[in-house]
């Protein structure tokens, strides 16, 4: 759906219309939620050293890229564009962004075309996800082997590793308070 949304040209649209009322309707932080409250607490609190991983969290996440991926390769895009929007840009931007200070300080320090899409997008994801995926996993449906067999042998995967070959050693710096500022083109 965001695919076709992008590959027809409306979700530039909406960018650009959102761009021109701007000023009449600001972007909002998404932060002052309790979730995004409870989120800077843990981090507060949390132990760099000793992250638990959650598998089923892990998981999601890792469906979710795949899910991409497989949507970019079906469109006919070459594996280096895939592996980098879909992997490096996850490992080497959004990643340190959300771990440094929660998924509203990613998306508030995203670019204007993210920023609008990512709120523009949520509601759904989080119908897909909540409503959908978490329920039925919630009522005890079986996992689905064979997309476990799937993703072990995906043709992506010697792409990574070909495509991590050529990435600086250097991490993104986290360090100012806010990382962008919106500037709006009239």
């Known amino acids: 759906e965001i695919y076709d949304e992008v590959s027809s040209g409306n979700e530039i649209r909406t960018v650009i219309m959102h761009g021109a009322r701007i000023d009449k309707y600001p972007v909002g932080k998404i932060d002052g939620t309790d979730t995004w ?6 981090r507060s609190e949390r132990d760099d050293e000793n992250i638990p991983l959650n598998p089923f969290t892990a998981g999601v996440y890792i469906a979710t890229m795949m899910a991409q ?3 970019l390769l079906e469109a006919g895009h070459p594996y280096s564009e895939v592996v980098n929007e879909s992997v490096i ?9 959300m ?8 998306v508030d320090n995203c670019s204007f075309t993210a920023k609008t899409g990512s709120r523009k997008w949520a509601p ?7 409503q959908l995926a978490y329920t039925a996993v919630d009522n005890g449906a079986p996992v689905d082997e064979t997309l ?3 993703f072990e042998k995906h043709t992506v995967h010697q792409a990574v590793t070909e495509c991590c070959k050529l990435r600086p050693p250097v991490d993104i710096s986290l360090f100012a308070e806010t990382s962008t500022k919106e500037i ?3």
Do not use: N, T
Request: some cysteine; aromatic content about 12%.
């Open 37 to 42: 409250k409870v989120g800077e607490k843990v």
């Open 69 to 71: 991926i497989d949507v």
């Open 89 to 97: 840009e996850a490992v080497d931007s959004l990643c340190p962004y």
């Open 99 to 106: 771990h440094y200070k929660g998924v509203a300080f990613m």
């Open 124 to 130: 759904r994801f989080d119908y897909i996800l909540d």
């Open 148 to 150: 476990i067999a799937d």
């Open 184 to 186: 709006v083109i009239q």
